[in-house]
């Protein structure tokens, strides 16, 4: 079965403090991996599309990096406006979207 | 260029009745998927359209269902209300969807059965 899961579920971080959040999945047919951030109330925001391993992205404090099992998202120096929630989704063959729960973050100044 | 709207934006009804949503999609964009988002199961997907015909359908019972117009509005409809349907439906639009093409999501209707 498809399956799609993010960790931590929630991350507190200083001000300036890196991290990484973690998507892993075990799916067959992937075209693809995004991500989104979420805040409060609105609809996912698009960040990234990865299509294959060793490919990386950046926009920002933001880098995304997928491996054949996994994806991070490493934030570097975050501020406290980088808090929101982060959902990452795999597209398969057969046109089907799987989302993972997030990783909700906060940042504290 | 105005984003994806959804209207209603909270929506409070009861057990057993029906309630239609409606998605404007990005100007251009023929492709529009719905999705439910609770804290527990996060995301999922629901259906997508592309020139009114539903081109996916995830796994939701037959009481969840949808339409797409010539204008590429859509509107989906969810008979006989049960209280595990509350939940945050999200619409997104694409170009042409069924690609990698990027989905631009509205902002949500949030839906209550009491």
């Known amino acids: 079965e498809d399956q799609v899961t993010q960790s931590p579920e929630a991350l507190r971080l200083q001000e300036g403090e890196s991290s990484s959040l973690n998507c892993s999945y075990t799916?067959?047919?992937?075209?693809?991996l995004f991500w989104y951030r979420q805040d409060p109330g609105k609809g996912p925001e698009f960040l990234f599309t990865?299509?294959?391993a060793g490919e990386e992205k950046e926009k920002e404090r933001l880098k995304a990096t997928l491996t054949k099992k996994e994806s991070f998202l490493h934030i570097t120096a975050p501020k406290p406006e980088d808090s929101a929630t982060y959902l990452c989704?795999?597209?398969?063959?057969?046109?089907?979207?799987?989302f993972g729960t997030g990783t909700s973050l906060t940042v504290i100044p | 260029k105005a984003g994806v709207t959804q209207t209603p934006r909270y929506l409070i009804k009861t057990r057993g009745q029906q309630v239609t949503l409606s998605c404007s999609p990005i100007?251009?964009?023929?492709?529009v998927s719905w999705y439910q988002q609770t804290p527990g199961q996060g995301l999922q997907f629901l259906f997508e359209?592309?020139?009114?015909?539903?081109?996916n359908k995830g796994n939701f019972p037959g009481r969840f269902s949808g339409r797409q117009f010539s204008n590429s509005r859509s509107e989906m409809n969810v008979s006989t209300l049960e209280l595990g349907d509350s939940a945050l439906y999200l619409c997104?639009?694409?170009?042409?969807?069924?690609?990698?093409?990027?989905?631009?999501f509205g902002p949500g209707t949030r839906l209550l059965v009491l």
């Open positions: 359209y592309f020139s009114e015909t539903q081109r």
């Open positions: 990865l299509y294959s």
């Open positions: 989704a795999v597209f398969l063959t057969g046109n089907q979207f799987y």
């Open positions: 997104a639009s694409s170009l042409a969807g069924g690609t990698l093409e990027t989905q631009y």
């Open positions: 100007s251009g964009h023929r492709s």
């Open positions: 799916v067959s047919g992937l075209r693809g």
